[in-house]
C-alpha cells in the first residue's frame, strides 16, 4: 500500500500563486509515475500534470506555461508551482501515484477569486 499526503491548497486571487506538495509513504517503489489531477464542481476529473521518476513531463494544454510539476525522489515528494492562476482553475486537487497499482490522496481544495 502506497499513502499519499497533499498539501498546500488555499484561496488566492486571480494572478496570484499557490504551491502544491504530496508525500508518498509505505510500499513506495523508485520507478513509478507521480502527478496531479482535479476535478471541479459538476465536471470529471482531469488530468494537469505528470512527472516520472525520470524527470519526465506532460501537462493538460490549460496549465502549460503556467504550472511546473517537480519531484525530489529521495523525499517521494511531488510538487506542483502553480503560476497565474485563473479561476477556472477553481478544484480539488488530487494527487496520483502509479506503479502497478494506482493510488490516489485526500484531495486539496484550490480556490482561485476573481
Known amino acids: 500500500q502506497v499513502q499519499l499526503v497533499e498539501s498546500g491548497g488555499g484561496l488566492v486571487q486571480a494572478g496570484g500563486s499557490l504551491r502544491l506538495s504530496c508525500a508518498a509513504s509505505?510500499?513506495?517503489?523508485?520507478?513509478?509515475?507521480m502527478g496531479w489531477y482535479r476535478q471541479a464542481p459538476g465536471k470529471q476529473r482531469e488530468l494537469v500534470a505528470t512527472?516520472?521518476?525520470?524527470?519526465?513531463?506532460n501537462y493538460a494544454e490549460s496549465v502549460k506555461g503556467r504550472f511546473a510539476i517537480s519531484r525530489d525522489n529521495a523525499k517521494n515528494t511531488v510538487y506542483l508551482q502553480m503560476n497565474s492562476l485563473k479561476p477556472e482553475d477553481t478544484a480539488v486537487y488530487y494527487c496520483?501515484?502509479?506503479?502497478?497499482?494506482?493510488?490516489w490522496g485526500q484531495g486539496t481544495q484550490v480556490t482561485v477569486s476573481s
Open positions: 512527472i516520472t521518476n525520470g524527470g519526465s513531463t
Open positions: 496520483t501515484y502509479a506503479y502497478e497499482s494506482v493510488y
Open positions: 509505505g510500499n513506495v517503489f523508485s520507478i513509478n509515475y
